[in-house]
């Protein structure tokens, strides 16, 4: 076991002299002059499109809702995948007996 613990202290040990990078002049310019437009840090949503943005809303979680309860009210319980399989993607093959 002493070696593997002294490999492992090695490992931890040679990110000791590892110093950060510096970031140049015009990248730290640039980013000072990001922060200081308005606006910079929020996400704003266009007037305009506040009834698209709720109306897309809308339909994505009715027909989740609508799946969800036919799914259960068909089936009654989850089919396992080789029933999946053999009714919908062998279906041209005939009646199949699992």
């Avoid at 897309?56 to 995948?81: C, D």
Wanted: aromatic share 8%; glycine share 8%; charged share 20%.
């Amino acid at each position: 076991m002493k070696a593997k613990e002294q490999w492992i202290e090695e490992t931890l040990g040679s990110l000791d002299g590892i110093r950060g990078a510096k970031a140049s002049s015009a990248l730290v310019s640039n980013l000072e002059s990001m922060t200081e437009m308005p606006g910079f840090g929020s996400c704003t949503l266009r007037p305009a499109l506040y009834w698209p943005a709720a109306a897309a809303l809308a339909l994505l979680l009715a027909m989740n809702i609508l799946v969800f309860t036919n799914y259960h009210r068909s089936t009654g319980q989850p089919k396992e995948p080789t029933e999946i399989l053999a009714e919908d993607y062998l279906s041209y093959l005939g009646p199949i007996k699992l």
